[in-house]
């Protein structure tokens, strides 16, 4: 390659461009064009130079930009002249370390097509081997001990390659070129039964072993991807019931794997677009609407709901293992607890819950739980965004400070900004224990680590009271940093902001949740913000009402519907079911009003989640929860049901920020009940009195675009109702795409913040 016209370019490429066959697909593209050079991985993404004609030069360029492979994402391409070389090859090169910038951690992949047709081909080497994966497939985030992403720097490291996988894996034309989790019966991880504490067969026996026991109703504790799993029969309601009592899980939903999108249309209703996202790579767990009659599972998965989890197997064990029958799938843990990911950790916790253990030997470095995603319009709404997401980054509108942020206490992932560039954490759980302070303090060393960055600022939650906050503020001495305490409400709106990459002026945000520490100390939770890039002020909020106790109300709706019964000065009648003694007792009722006539212990809300729970205990849908959002899930599963109807009345102050009173609707929701109405038609009238506030304060500020977020947009039948009323009157509505409404979301909001970027 000499001669006029030669020239010698240096392209970079930033973004997720590791572990995605990006090498691969370079030299491939370089090799058939006639091209020389070299292309490699460094800390930041990765290099290629490349030498010949211009003309061919110039058009690699633009392809690997117009056609890279498909899981790959270009975030930047740079391009610079460098002095010609004499080579007479395109060579793969080995990493590089280099200091500055940062490259993007690959996401784990659901097993691909090629690679499941080798899994079932008797004629293949790796037929039925749990292990199998290549460029296109397999673990990732979950194996990466260090980055430039390369064996060495993955639990992969302890399994040194056959002369077979090895020549594959120096194959450019091999799809498994540089495939960095490459393995095979001869020289990759196994798999084990282990039952009563004695280990049982291997791979082959040990799976048709693990079949049986989930046939018979019992209980396999399964190491993944992203940790342990505990699996039985979905279809089976002792086993069901079982696991339950033994993960001291009440009434929380399963989620189910099911073999195909066909099996989960006999479960769930399935759109085109639903189907799309159950199979994509990232295999989350889809919530779907489940079919009237329940469809094959139990009932039990799911008590009291009108959608089910679903989700498709994702690794070549699970294909391995399902046949017809669905199996619920749930974290491996108890209640609370983050989820096991190491092996020896999990036959101590999980002894009790499972029957038999699968286990295998490949190390999970890092935890990772099932995502969680609706679809909403056409497109995703992640409840949980974790394996197969994390920790990708999203693209922010400019460069800030390096922040770390730790989240809120629910639901907490963390955030890591870097440059333009914001990483998501998976999912860590409620910072309510040691246990998951502990996963939060690991995964903050392990993705500043990753990234090798060291935060400027630290960011938390405003409230007092949080593990995370105290962490945070720890950590910020530590390292002589300053810590930025951002408003829970202020976050979540940063974070929609963020998310849906608004650069217009300053636009009302809606934020409903459950609870958020406020700048005045009381509890918010219905609120309405003017917000734009470094301003924000609280518009409207709803009316703030004394709740006896504080959080003991999360847990007990009917304390909740007391106390707004009181406040609405609706007499305490014996018929309204919280007055009933069934309910509360004589004793505890006697109390809570002394609490309240004498503002004792009463903390003031404008929580929009102690709405929904007051009018589901009035409903009689719900008296106590066993987890978070419970009755406000139950009641949307009511006004889905009904249809839509008329909305009840309330309350609208003169001034700002504006008071929304909801005490007209507490008299209204009391009167329907005493006229028995059905509980689907309060429901349903309660969600579009909840829409028609929203759908007013948008009227009275005249706002051009509204944005939706906080916990209790999770309900699709709100944000359904919202949507459509805001849309009717011409305005823009802004939604959730990449990082869930909910307190997952939060961590993002807090970066953005206290890095000036929102
Ligand atoms: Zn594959
Ligand atoms: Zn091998």
């Known amino acids: 390659m000499v001669g006029g016209g030669v020239v010698r370019r240096r392209i970079t490429v930033r973004g997720v461009v590791q572990g995605v066959g990006f090498r691969p697909f370079v030299h491939q593209l370089a090799t058939r064009s006639g091209l020389t050079g070299l292309v490699g991985n460094d800390t930041a993404g990765v290099f290629i130079e490349v030498q010949g004609s211009r003309e061919v030069v110039d058009a690699l360029r633009a392809e690997l930009i117009a056609h890279p492979p498909p899981l790959a994402r270009i975030h930047s391409v740079h391009v610079a002249d460098v002095p010609t070389k004499t080579e007479t090859h395109f060579v793969i090169v080995a990493s590089q370390l280099s200091t500055v910038g940062t490259s993007s951690v690959p996401t784990d992949v659901g097993t691909c097509d090629e690679c499941l047709r080798e899994l079932f081909d008797p004629t293949d080497r790796r037929f039925r081997y749990p292990f199998v994966n ?3 497939c397999g673990p990732r985030y979950t194996i990466v001990r260090g980055l430039p992403y390369d064996r060495p720097a993955t639990t992969m490291a302890g399994f040194p390659m056959c002369a077979d996988c090895e020549r594959e894996y120096h194959d450019p034309a091999d799809r498994r ?14 798999v084990w039964l282990e039952s009563g504490g004695a280990r049982g067969g291997d791979d082959e026996d040990a799976i048709r072993e693990a079949v049986k026991v989930l046939a018979g109703g019992g209980i396999v ?25 033994r ?27 639903e189907a799309a996202v159950l199979t994509g790579p990232e295999r989350p767990i889809v919530m779907l609407k489940r079919w009237a009659d329940q469809g094959e599972v139990d009932d039990g998965i799911a008590p009291g709901l009108n959608s089910v989890g679903l989700m498709l197997p994702y690794s070549p064990l699970h294909h391995l293992l399902i046949d017809d029958r669905p199996l619920v799938m749930t974290s491996g843990n108890r209640s609370d607890e983050p989820i096991a990911g190491d ?16 286990m295998h030997d490949r190390i999970i470095h890092t935890v990772c739980d099932d995502s969680v995603v609706r679809v909403f319009a056409g ?61 939060l303090d690991r995964t903050a060393e392990h993705l500043l680590d990753l990234f090798r960055v060291s935060p400027e600022v630290v960011a938390c939650d405003l409230h007092p009271g949080y593990l995370s906050a105290d962490w945070a503020a720890g950590f910020a001495e530590r390292r002589g940093v300053p810590l930025v305490r951002v408003q829970h409400h202020h976050a979540h709106v940063a974070s929609l902001l963020t998310d849906a990459n608004w650069q217009g002026g300053p636009v009302l945000v809606v934020c409903f949740d459950g609870t958020g520490y406020g700048t005045d100390g009381a509890i918010w939770g219905g609120e309405f913000f003017h917000a734009g890039t470094g301003t924000i002020e609280r518009v409207a909020h709803l009316k703030y009402v004394p709740l006896p106790g504080g959080d003991t109300a999360i847990r007990k709706p009917y304390r909740t519907a007391l106390a707004h019964l009181w ?64 009755a406000a899930m139950e009641l949307e599963a009511h006004a889905a ?118």
């Open 567 to 630: 406040a609405a000065g609706v007499p305490w009648a014996p018929e309204l079911w919280p007055v009933n003694s069934a309910v509360a007792s004589d004793a505890e009722r006697r109390v809570l009003r002394q609490q309240l006539e004498r503002n004792v212990n009463c903390v003031p809300t404008s929580s929009m989640g102690r709405l929904f729970d007051a009018v589901a205990a009035l409903a009689c849908v719900r008296h106590e929860v066993s987890y978070e959002g419970q």
């Open 641 to 758: 049901a009904a249809g839509s109807c008329e909305p009840f009345p309330f309350g609208v102050s003169d001034s700002l920020p504006i008071e929304l009173d909801p005490m007209p609707t507490l008299s209204a929701v009391v009167a329907g009940l005493r006229r028995r109405l059905p509980v689907e038609v309060i429901a349903s009238r309660f969600h579009a009195t909840v829409a028609e506030m929203v759908r007013v304060v948008a009227r009275v500020l005249n706002a051009t675009a509204v944005g939706l977020t906080g916990g209790v947009f999770q309900n699709v039948t709100l944000l359904d109702l919202v949507s459509e009323r805001l849309r009717t009157d011409g305005r823009t509505v802004l939604t959730h795409r990449q990082v869930p409404c909910n307190d997952g979301g939060l961590s993002l909001g807090q970066a953005v913040t206290a890095g000036g970027i929102q």
């Open 379 to 439: 497109h995703e709404y992640p409840v949980r965004r974790s394996r197969g997401y994390a920790p990708l980054p999203l693209k922010l509108p400019r460069p800030g400070k390096c922040v770390l942020a730790v989240g809120g206490e629910l639901k907490a992932t963390l955030c890591v900004t870097v440059g333009d560039h914001a990483y998501l954490s998976q999912h860590i759980g409620d910072v309510e224990s040691i246990d998951t302070l502990a996963a």
């Open 247 to 273: 993960k001291g899980r009440k009434g929380k939903p399963f989620a189910v794997m099911v073999k195909g999108v066909e099996h989960a249309r006999r479960i769930a209703e399935v759109s085109g677009d």
């Open 343 to 358: 092996s020896a950790d999990a036959r101590e916790r999980l002894a009790d819950l499972a029957d038999a253990f699968l």
């Open 221 to 245: 504790a399964m190491k993944g991807i992203g940790g342990f799993h505990l699996a039985c029969d979905a279809t089976n309601p002792d086993a069901i019931l079982r696991l339950r009592e």
């Open 134 to 136: 290549c460029t296109h």
């Open 177 to 190: 070129f540089h495939a960095q989790p490459i393995a095979c019966p001869a020289c990759g991880p196994r």
